[in-house]
Structures are given as C-alpha cells and as structure tokens.
C-alpha cells in the first residue's frame, strides 16, 4: 500500500494555504482585468486617430507592395540562417578554446569572448561596413555572427562546466581522450541545459537582423520603412508596424516552439534516457567472500 502523496513545503518553496490562494486569483483577476482595459485603451486610440481607414491599409493590397515585404522577409530569414549557423559554430570553437588545456590558446580564446561581448553589435556592424566597405550583407551576418558566437560560447561552456564532475572522471578512468570526453560524455548531457539559452541568444539574433536596414541592407523592417514613407497614404506608420510585428513574434514563438519539440524528442531519445536500475537482489557470493 502506497502512501498517497501530498505537497509539502521546500527550502526555497512554501506552499500557500487557501487565504493566500485566494489571494493569489485575486491577484490574477485584477492583473487580467487590468491588462484587458489597457489593449482596449490602446484599440480606442488606433480608431480615434484613424488608424484603421482603407486609405491606410489599401497600399497592402498592391502586388507590388506584397513582393516588397516578401522579399524583405526572405533577406531577414537568409540573414538569420546564415548568423545562427555561424554563431553556433564560431561559439563551439571559441568555448573549445576557452575549455583548453593549453595557456595561450585559452587566453586567446578569453579575449576574444570578452572583446565581441563588450562591443555593440550595431558599432561592429558599421565598422565592417564602412571601414572595411563590406557588403551589407556580409556586414550584418558578421557582425550577428561576432557578437551572438561570443554569448554562445560562454553558454557553452558554463553548460559542459555545469555536468556532474564524476561523468568526466569516469570517461578518463576509461581511458578516453579530452576530446572524445567532450564530444561523447559532457555536451550531450549538457545539451538539456544549453538548449533554452541558446534558443533565446538565437531570438535576439533574429531580431537584431533588423539593424541591417541602417547599413542599407532591404531586410523585413527596411521593406516596411520604405512603405511607410514613400507613399502618399497619409504615412501609414501604424499600419506597417501592425502587419510587421506580429510577423516577427510569431517568427520567435516558432523558433521557441521548435527548442521544445527538440527538447521532447531528446527526452524521449533512448541514447539520452536515464537508464533503470532494479533492486539489488541476494547473489551468489564471490570466492572466498563471507
């Protein structure tokens, strides 16, 4: 017969009682009455201000107008494929370097980390572009790459760092390398942990793609800026930014969705499930055992 079992408070957690359960929906119940009045504020001064007239949203019905936002959504989406893919491997080497046995090779590494985590990313951005006259492309992708590359390597490895002490201890007592430590023991341990991190330093790459419309570069939010001011709709500013923001939210929510489903299937891998151990069970005695 099993004990049924029933919360009970933790070191860091207390759990509340019914007062304070009470006043914890309260608490909900206001904040979401709260929250509803402000996007009814919000909706009342769009329709005040006629943000919502044809005149204002007719140019989105253009052909023309449709390929423009297309098209800058696909250079928005070819630059984060090329900044994500760099920057997860600028970030491995880097955290391979600063994970190094070898001084100088680890100072490098350091330097180079603290150096392009330091600097912001628009001012890398411009220097490529202008001081070394770089593409706009090339410029933004680089500049991603520097900046996120260095964040994900420190992620890295505090990450391999993070896992148990005797995994490691146990694949040297095995007589296995540093390197194949590393590639076989740590990081597909450490990859549950890494995974939302690395998932959110991808977000912010995403959305920094948008700073490739100063260097000229016809991205999403440049496709956008052009509509809205070169056409003689009254500067349709809100509409833009109504039909491109959600676009870009929905881009991160995918990509967060994506970091569960990766997550669940690794959970459900059987090379990364916990492995069952019975009961010690009463076995023939060893020689000379008594």
């Given amino acids: 017969m099993t004990a049924r079992s029933t919360p009970s408070a933790t070191v860091l957690y207390d759990i509340p009682g019914p007062h304070t359960r009470k006043r914890h929906r309260v608490y909900g119940i206001v904040s979401t009455v709260l929250l509803l009045a402000l996007v009814g504020w919000v ?119 993070s896992v148990e002490r005797g995994q490691g201890e146990a694949a040297y007592a095995l007589g296995m390398r540093k390197t194949h430590v590393t590639t076989y023991v740590l990081a597909p341990q450490a990859v549950r942990a890494m995974l939302p991190t690395i998932i959110s330093q991808l977000v912010v790459a995403l959305k920094d793609t948008s700073l490739g419309y100063l260097i000229t570069y016809e991205e999403f939010l440049h496709a956008g800026k052009l509509i809205a001011s070169n056409l003689d709709y009254d500067l349709p500013f809100i509409p833009v930014v109504m039909v491109i923001s959600p676009i870009y939210i929905g881009m991160c929510m995918l990509l967060s969705w994506f970091a569960t489903w990766v997550a669940r299937r690794q959970r459900r891998n059987p090379k990364t499930e916990a492995v069952g151990v019975g009961q010690a069970q009463p076995g023939t005695l060893m020689p000379g055992a008594r």
């Fill in 43 to 161: 909706i009342h001064l769009l329709f005040d201000t006629d943000q919502f007239t044809s005149a204002k949203w007719s140019p989105f019905e253009y052909k023309g107008i449709q390929e423009l936002l297309l098209r800058g959504l696909g250079n928005t989406l070819k630059a984060f494929a090329y900044a994500a893919v760099l920057s997860l491997a600028l970030g491995a080497v880097l955290a391979v370097g600063r994970l190094s046995e070898h001084r100088p090779v680890r100072w490098v590494s350091t330097v180079l980390v603290e150096f392009f985590r330091a600097m912001p990313v628009l001012v890398m951005i411009f220097f490529i572009f202008v001081a070394l006259k770089v593409q706009p492309l090339p410029a933004l992708v680089a500049g991603l790459t520097l900046y996120n590359g260095s964040v994900l390597a420190e992620v890295f490895r505090t990450g391999i760092n």
